[in-house]
């Protein structure tokens, strides 16, 4: 469709629109009132509550730490307690950085340029955490065994570990291959619409 | 008049432009009504720092194209749930041929990118390149610039169809 005959179809409907009256006060404020409770809880829905549980699992473990007598298993624990920390505040700090996006003063292309920079951090972020998740899969289970069996997995159960961490690599390796080609095409779409904005300011 | 009764009024004056902006930037009718009653809500919510010294027109337009925008591209699980049933949708009133050709051109601008789609949509509500500058954030030359790319654009659309 040319844009001339955009126009006279785009008019047409707001002549059609124009008539029609939907809306009545009441409708109006009950629409801002509901939203308003809605957005109070919107993190406690998924990532807030997420974060709790990875808050009380680190504090437990940080209350058995103790029992982590060897150096290896302590250096499990350590990693284990503060990726169950460290995690869940990055993930809630970024939820409140795209939140900050200020949608009242900004112009559409201040939010465009917000969003692409927001979006290129965020992916970072996710690219370090696959890796991050994969490290924990692996130390964690010495916590595990040591802290439900009370055993040294590389003691008792060391035959375990030996196909445990290859079978994980394999993951790693195939599954960051994969998320890499993603992170790539989005990162790339976000710097290209970066710069595209920055030569509409010339 | 209180402050509710000015919201109330303004947004009445102005449902057509949220209703075609919702439909512009979603492809079904719940994420319609949801993004409807964001931009109302986000409104709502600036509506105590407009001074008045802007006109209404451009003010209602930014914040509801950078609602729209960034309703778009955001994940949806941060999403709220909310009683789609309370927003009544204009579009169901127009006849089957009007309709027919709405849905192709919300399509040919939905292709367009994000920066032009809001120009284009400016445009057609006939508004100034000036006044496209002020809500858009480029300059008014950029403006003049980027419609005649998208004329461009759109004719290639229908040659590929």
């Known amino acids: 469709m040319e844009l001339e005959e955009m126009q006279a179809v785009w008019s047409q409907m707001s002549d059609q629109l124009e008539n029609q009256n939907k809306l009545t006060n009441k409708l109006i404020m009950q629409m801002t009132q509901e939203r308003y409770k809605n957005k109070i809880g919107i993190l406690s829905k998924y990532e807030g509550i997420g974060a709790i549980v990875c808050f009380i699992a680190a504090l437990s473990l940080l209350l058995q730490l103790p029992k982590f007598d060897t150096w290896y298993l302590l250096v499990s624990a350590v990693f284990t307690i503060a990726y169950l920390i460290i995690v869940p505040l990055v993930v809630l700090h970024s939820i409140k950085e795209m939140k900050r996006i200020n949608l009242i003063e900004n112009t559409y292309k201040e939010t465009l340029v917000a969003y692409a920079q927001k979006k290129k951090q965020f992916l970072l972020k996710q690219r370090i955490g696959i890796y991050l998740n994969f490290i924990l899969l692996v130390v964690s289970l010495p916590v595990i065994f040591k802290v439900f069996k009370d055993e040294d997995i590389f003691m008792t159960n060391v035959n375990l570990m030996y196909w445990y961490v290859p079978i994980m690599a394999i993951f790693l390796l195939v599954f960051s291959r994969w998320g890499y080609g993603k992170y790539k095409n989005v990162t790339n779409s976000a710097s290209k619409i970066l710069e595209e904005l920055d030569n509409t300011s010339s | ?161």
């Not at chain 2, 303004?10 to 209703?19: A, M, T």
């Not at chain 2, 194209?65 to 999403?79: C, E, I, P, Q």
């Open chain 2, 1 to 161: 008049m209180t402050k509710e009764e000015t919201f109330t009024r303004i947004i009445k004056q102005n449902e057509g432009v949220i209703y075609k902006i919702t439909r512009l930037y979603t492809r079904n009718e719940e994420d319609q009504k949801d993004l409807y009653q964001e931009i109302v809500y986000q409104l709502w919510k600036a509506f105590d720092g407009f001074r008045g010294d802007a006109k209404v027109s451009t003010w209602m337009y930014r914040i509801a194209l950078n609602t729209a925008l960034f309703h778009l591209k955001k994940d949806k699980r941060s999403g709220y749930s909310v009683s789609l049933d309370t927003v009544v949708l204009k579009q169901k009133e127009y006849d089957p041929l009007l309709d027919e050709r709405l849905n192709v051109l919300y399509d040919s601008i939905r292709n367009l990118e994000d920066l032009d789609k809001a120009i284009v949509f400016l445009f057609l509500e006939e508004k100034k390149y000036e006044e496209i500058a002020v809500i858009t954030g480029i300059t008014s030359s950029n403006v003049s610039t980027r419609m005649a790319r998208i004329k461009e654009k759109l004719k290639t659309q229908i040659i590929k169809k």
